[in-house]
């Protein structure tokens, strides 16, 4: 394996005390010469801030893109996803705290260049390319490069974050996305201090840029934790929040929480918990909302908000029923459904499939 790659990066400035403050994210990151920042990748050097990790991945999958989650964008068909190390949030719930947290650079096992993963994308018949499994903010010029080879080679872009990020960089980042899963960690200041290390106004800041300022197809993932973000006046405010502030269109993922890493003692979301968000959603206004992390057909099935018959069926990953026209509309009323679809459903079905990138 050739040595991990360092870049120089853009957004960062010089204290009066000669320290140097990251300017990538809401952390603001102040560091001395050989300092990592909180995200672990980026630290400064030389008298800058340098990205550790360029071309570097804790691994690369083909999964079905109804994963990430995004139910609304091109369903059924293949995404090819990779992620880093570390992560600019200190979620003690985090799901993926092998790879989020770790402070080793052995976890990036694999690399590609931008351009590799772009021929490997269109080689397999993905229709997309993911920066997942941790936040692609952290790793923004690696993310850039491979964007910019994948619409070269016709392959769609997809960034899965928490939407922490400072709006300068936020603006050049989502410019190269086509799609995006924000992970609206819930809706209290307590909750993102507490328990994220961070303030939940920055991601607010971000929904409502995707929404206003650019053309990105989002969609939003809740992870819901017994007693911490699941009461149903919670609940009740942030989707009516989202409603309000960013339109019935945009699609609600409410997942359930499995005891890991720093939270162990918690029990696992109950099935109920998902539905009754999910319910409290429609109320609201929310058109698009889906329990996840569970395996219920209905709750993850997609629906004609005007005349209630079900358009896309859904058992886990599997696509079953299809009653959109070639045009994304409904077959029985001919309403538009919002999203990004093909005339048909891709056919890559629940698989996953492990890409060993290096040689």
């Not at 079953?320 to 309403?335: A, F, I």
């Amino acid at each position: 394996m050739t040595p991990l790659r360092t870049v120089d990066t853009q957004y960062w400035h010089r204290l009066e005390d000669n320290r140097i403050q990251c300017d990538l994210c809401p952390r603001f990151c102040k560091l001395r010469e050989w300092q990592r920042g909180l995200c672990f990748i980026r630290g400064c050097e030389n008298g800058q801030i340098k990205l550790f990790s360029y071309g570097r991945s804790s691994g690369f999958c083909i999964d079905p893109i109804e994963k990430k989650p995004l139910n609304h964008f091109y369903p059924g068909t293949p995404v090819l996803s990779f992620g880093t190390a570390g992560c600019n949030l200190a979620c003690k719930f985090c799901q993926n705290w092998d790879m989020s947290k770790s402070r080793e650079m052995d976890t990036l096992a694999d690399q590609a260049s931008p351009e590799q993963l772009a021929i490997t994308a269109r080689d397999t018949g993905c229709r997309s390319i993911a920066f997942t499994y941790n936040d692609p903010v952290i790793f923004l010029e690696y993310a850039l490069d491979v964007a910019a080879a994948s619409h070269a080679a016709n392959i769609k872009t997809v960034a899965v974050s928490a939407g922490y990020i400072c709006p300068e960089p936020r603006a050049v980042f989502f410019n190269h996305m086509d799609a995006a899963n924000i992970d609206l960690k819930a809706f209290t200041d307590r909750f993102y201090h507490k328990i994220c290390g961070a303030h939940l106004a920055p991601v607010l800041d971000t929904l409502q840029y995707l929404k206003h300022e650019t053309n990105v197809w989002f969609e939003l993932t809740t992870l819901l934790i017994p007693d911490e973000n699941d009461s149903s006046k919670e609940l009740e405010t942030m989707t009516a929040w989202v409603a309000e502030n960013l339109g019935c269109d945009v699609p609600m993922h409410f997942t359930a929480f499995h005891p890991d890493w720093k939270m162990r003692e918690k029990t696992a979301t109950s099935h109920e918990t998902l539905t009754r968000a999910r319910q409290i959603a429609i109320s609201n206004g929310v058109r698009y909302a889906y329990t996840g992390n569970v395996h219920d057909s209905e709750g993850s099935s997609t629906y004609c908000h005007q005349c209630g018959i079900r358009l896309i069926e859904r058992d886990w990953y599997r696509l079953g029923e299809w009653q959109l026209d070639g045009n994304g509309c409904c077959k029985d009323c001919g309403t538009p459904l919002a999203g990004r679809f093909d005339s048909q459903p891709g056919k890559w079905d629940a698989q996953r499939q492990l890409i060993r990138m290096a040689k």
